[in-house]
């Protein structure tokens, strides 16, 4: 089994529930994704993980974001760094780049600017992007040429198709809800329908799985999982 892997991110926040859903949308995105609640937490993680970026909030109890920087940087630590903050002051943001981040976000924010910002900074930084392209067995997605082939032929999707298989391809290997499914490809639940899903992964099946060996599986009473048996 063969997956491509992004870059390494951390991501920083006092709030339990952006985190989350920060790491959820990154990890789609074929970042890894790490979260940490405080200050203190992150300084220790950034030396012991050596991340390829740390997405930060300011404004944190105990040591806030531009003490973390502060630390890091005098440490010699030149991890690239996106702020995250709940200020649009100009005063704020010129300390944070004077300290040494690498952008500014002011909260709230939408996901696909998240995901903009992060890649415009790793370019900046001289860390090239991974791989567009993810593989299990003779399965294949190019994201840059939107283009999926199995044993070489190509394989025609809707939009919808290619994001429920770009899911999968990601989290090769883990079973994934009809839930978990619903939230990331429709991004929203159906009011807890999940027909929706079990009607998708039959039409994937009829174009993935028309050979063997079978990679889309049912874990009955649990969900879905893309794998070699």
């Not at 690498?102 to 791989?131: C, M």
């Not at 009607?199 to 879905?224: F, M, N, Q, S």
Request: aromatic share 6%.
């Amino acid at each position: 089994m063969e997956v491509v892997k992004g870059h390494h991110l951390l991501v920083v926040d006092d709030e339990a529930n952006l985190r989350s859903m920060l790491r959820a949308a990154l990890s789609y995105h074929g970042f890894e994704v790490s979260e940490f609640r405080d200050g203190r937490e992150a300084l220790t993680a950034a030396a012991r993980e050596m991340p390829d970026l740390i997405i930060l909030d300011v404004m944190m109890p105990d040591l806030d974001g531009f003490e973390v920087c502060r630390r890091l940087r005098a440490d010699g630590n030149q991890t690239p760094i996106l702020f995250l903050t709940a200020k649009d002051e100009t005063e704020d943001k010129v300390r944070g780049l004077t300290l040494g981040g690498d952008d500014y976000l002011q909260k709230p924010f939408s996901l696909d600017e998240l995901v903009a910002r992060v890649e415009a900074i790793l370019r900046r930084a001289g860390k090239p992007g991974a791989s567009s392209v993810l593989n299990l067995a003779d399965l294949s997605m190019d994201d840059d040429a939107y283009r999926v082939t199995r044993a070489g032929v190509e394989v025609s999707l809707s939009p919808t198709e290619y994001s429920l298989l770009r899911y999968l391809l990601v989290n090769q290997g883990r079973v994934l809800s009809k839930a978990q499914i619903l939230d990331h490809v429709w991004q929203y639940d159906f009011n807890g329908n999940g027909g929706v899903v079990e009607t998708y992964i039959g039409y994937l099946r009829k174009k993935i799985d028309t050979a063997e060996p079978k990679l889309i599986h049912t874990i009955r009473g649990v969900g879905y999982t893309l794998r070699l048996q």
